[in-house]
């Protein structure tokens, strides 16, 4: 008898001994030895593309985790397997810690992190990029230029050959191309229509330009632009217009310009109208949904003005929204997905880029990011502004005013694009294709995706973890694509 109660009391002092360790830690409590006390724990979130990658974790210090190690236990009795993988929420004692993110044939994710009390750090975006990645050369000719269409699914590319320049579509969901058009003269520029389903080709011969407009679904019924008749123009031939552009919504209107005058190109009822007369000359100008935009150099400013006007023809304002240093060099930059009212002039001699957020109010505003710049891409959302010179790569956040500095480089960055979606750039040397993400927290991550000789017109469809690029691989010209993940 007394044997027994000797049993019970122990089985009661066992238990109580184990809920008093176990019951804070069911609440989200850890002992940390080193403070000697009790802390809330906080969380870490850690998910990976592809998934089922394994994690090793560490921390700076090491106060015993005795949940942790109660997982860990259940795991290796139910499978025999200590591991943890891809995706997972651990809840651990704030501290910092090692995070190191692995799997077969692909780079390692390694970051310092912290975690806090209370609170839930992410580390749910990361990307693992093929150590080998697949490359497939889709089109094997000397290729000029690659233009990709707005939605992705098709690419425009030029093309040298013995008889001139040739232009041909890939469409990426099939792989196969097609001829669309045989250039006479050397092409100048190939802009996509709104909708994908039309290109706009400009072939520059003794100064003057020559415009046609190539149906994709039916290219031998090419429409040549200087056959237009002009409707009360001073101009009277599409060849002495220049910078034509397509509406930013309608197939079927187009813009030039003269040094004078802005036209409005109607391709359904074939004629040229004058949009905006100016009796000063015309640097740029830039098409909205609901204005335009224009540069005029004006000698009593002493500077490039940029102005806007209603689309609807109202005559032009006389104040400046915003002065830019003279030069007759400024471009406007147009992309999809710039926030509304962000306007991007680049001055192309000195390679400086200037946004512009023309919501604000009153003129002769600073314009909000003055940098020198090769190129930009906006993001999708148009939240962050990616944008690069020779040696550096930069990130700028319109809402928060600031800018951020990626990394910097020894070669020269010949392109950088968005990676769709994901908090990533891919960028190309002369000689590689090479990624890095956003995440500025610790060291950065970076992974070279492939050699490839003069990698240009980078293209990432927003479905698939695939890259488009023409460059040269073995020494071979070409189209290619590569499976980065």
């Known amino acids: 008898m007394k044997f027994r109660r000797l049993i019970y009391i122990s089985f009661l002092a066992a238990f109580a001994a184990a809920a008093f360790f176990l019951l804070p830690y069911s609440m989200g409590y850890r002992y940390d030895f080193k403070k000697n006390q009790l802390v809330r724990t ?55 810690y090692s995070l190191e993110v692995i799997k077969d044939g692909y780079y390692p994710w390694k970051k310092q992190l912290t975690v806090q009390s209370r609170q839930t750090t992410f ?65 100048a520029d190939i802009r996509w229509s709104p909708s994908s389903k039309k290109l706009l080709v400009a072939e520059d011969n003794d100064g003057r330009t020559y415009y046609s407009v190539i149906g994709i679904e039916k290219p031998d019924e090419t429409i040549a632009l200087d056959s237009f008749r002009f409707a009360g123009a001073k101009s009277d031939k599409m060849s002495d217009l220049k910078d034509a552009r397509w509406d930013s919504e309608n197939d079927t209107l187009l813009y030039a310009a003269s040094q004078n005058a802005v036209y409005r190109i109607d391709l359904l009822n074939r004629d040229v109208r004058p949009l905006v007369e100016f009796s000063a000359g015309v640097v740029d100008y830039l098409v909205g949904k609901d204005a335009l935009y224009y540069l005029e150099n004006i000698a009593g400013k002493n500077g490039t003005c940029l102005k806007r006007q209603d689309i609807s023809g109202l005559p032009a304002a006389d104040d400046c929204d915003y002065i830019f240093p003279l030069a007759a060099d400024y471009r406007f930059i147009s992309q999809p997905d710039a926030p509304k009212g962000m306007i991007a002039v680049k001055d192309e001699k000195k390679g400086i880029l200037f946004l512009v957020d023309m919501n604000a109010s009153g003129g002769g505003q600073d314009p909000l990011l003055k940098a020198d710049a090769k190129d930009f891409q906006w993001s999708a959302d148009g939240k962050k502004l990616l944008y690069y010179n020779d040696f550096e790569l930069w990130v700028f956040y319109p809402e928060d005013d600031k800018k951020e500095l990626l990394s910097r480089y020894s070669s020269p960055i010949v392109k950088a694009v968005w990676y769709p979606g994901k908090d990533y750039v891919i960028f190309a040397f002369n000689d590689s294709v090479q990624a890095i993400e956003e995440d500025g927290r610790d060291k950065r991550n970076a992974a070279e995706l492939a050699k490839i000789d003069g990698a240009e017109s980078l293209m990432m469809p927003a479905s698939q973890p695939l890259l488009y690029l023409n460059g040269k691989i073995g020494g071979q010209m070409g189209l290619y694509k590569i499976k980065i993940q």
């Open 123 to 187: 580390a749910d975006r990361i990307l693992l990029f093929s150590r080998q990645p697949k490359i497939d050369a889709l089109v094997q000719e000397d290729i000029r230029a690659a233009y990709p269409s707005p939605d992705s699914p098709k690419i425009a590319y030029l093309i040298f050959s013995e008889i001139g320049e040739r232009i041909s579509l890939l469409d990426i969901e099939s792989e196969k191309s097609i001829p669309l058009h045989a250039a006479s003269f050397p092409v």
């Open 42 to 96: 906080g969380s870490l979130v850690i998910d990976s593309v592809p998934q089922n990658a394994l994690i090793y974790l560490e921390k700076k210090s090491q106060p015993i985790d005795f949940t942790q190690f109660a997982r860990s236990l259940k795991k290796w009795l139910v499978s025999g397997n200590l591991e943890e993988k891809t995706p997972v929420i651990f809840n651990l004692a704030p501290n910092e």
